[in-house]
């Protein structure tokens, strides 16, 4: 094969792990420009390297962009001024008793917590040291092993777990950690809510409903066409079951709920929703008043 035969073969392999990529790199550095300069760098590396003896291009590439990253993450660290004494050396930390490695060996598990890495969290990574944090985000949330993570951080392969050990305890005790799963287990039941509502599944909606579940609809809901109470989760199934393709999950002055937006660039009402504490839908309330609307600050949390 020609030399630009082979380069355009790379760059076709390069794309198909792009995305994971940047998302290693996001979960290291919590910045998309930082994320995306890391995986250009990979590319660079890439094609300045001679890589026809690598078996895995995959792992290659993320280690390439775990060894950026980490470079960032060091160089970050030294130009802070912190005082003096604040805080221990790496080295200095005691070790913590290893933890079991459930977190990292449940494909399923780790998609959910990858997902609930959102702004609050990575606050919670930044307090880790550089090598903590690898070391948690490439095993814990990308499964990658810790024979594979031990070279980037210079560590034995047993130093590498204990790394992540100490991380993970460390995030699993951060009031901000508890707070974002927490957020990410609501958001789980608002996007079953929607999925079931759109495909007008009622037996799926009435499993994310409680059974006394309440909707209320302002005036201008009201106007809109839709019902001013309704009460119990089967009422609540029917309205919604086969609707509900206008809307989409968003944040509601900081609160998880729902718009709805037939139009990309006009809300016509927010419903905002209320978790019980059995984890389901126990409160839905449709506002649509115009100057309420125009006060609320909005962000739609799926593009």
Do not use: Y
Not at 262 to 267: E, L, M, Q, S, T
């Amino acid at each position: 094969m020609s030399d630009h035969g082979n380069q355009e073969l790379l760059a076709q392999r390069f794309e198909a792990d792009r995305a994971r990529l940047r998302g290693v790199a996001f979960r290291m550095l919590g910045s998309t420009a930082e994320a995306e300069d890391a995986v250009q760098e990979a590319w660079l590396r890439l094609d300045r390297a001679d890589t026809s003896d690598v078996a895995n291009l995959s792992g290659w590439l993320t280690t390439v962009v775990a060894r950026v990253c980490l470079d960032q993450l060091r160089s970050r660290k030294s130009r802070r001024e912190d005082p003096v004494g604040v805080g221990p050396a790496e080295d200095e930390i005691p070790a913590a008793p290893d933890l079991p490695d459930g977190l990292g060996d449940d494909p399923a598990h780790q998609a959910e917590l990858a997902d609930s890495v959102g702004l609050a969290l990575l606050v919670v990574l930044d307090m880790l040291t550089p090598a903590e944090r690898l070391a948690f985000v490439l095993h814990d949330l990308f499964a990658v092993s810790f024979d594979e993570i031990a070279p980037i951080v210079e560590r034995t392969p047993a130093a590498a777990r204990q790394l992540a050990s100490r991380a993970r305890r460390r995030v699993q005790n951060s009031p901000r950690a508890e707070g974002e799963a927490d957020r990410s287990r609501q958001r789980a039941v608002v996007d079953a809510f929607l999925a079931a509502s759109r495909g007008g599944d009622f037996e799926a909606l009435l499993t994310v409903l409680d059974p006394d579940v309440v909707f209320r609809g302002d005036q201008n809901a009201v106007a809109l066409g839709g019902p001013a109470e309704l009460r119990g989760a089967h009422a609540v199934a029917q309205s919604f079951c086969g609707r509900a393709d206008a809307a989409f999950p968003a944040l509601l002055d900081g609160e998880l709920g729902l718009i709805v937006a037939p139009k990309p660039d006009r809300v016509l009402l927010v419903l905002r929703v209320t978790i019980g504490a059995d984890g389901r839908i126990a409160g839905l309330d449709a506002v649509a008043d115009r100057a309420l609307l125009d006060a609320m600050d909005l962000v739609r949390l799926d593009g």
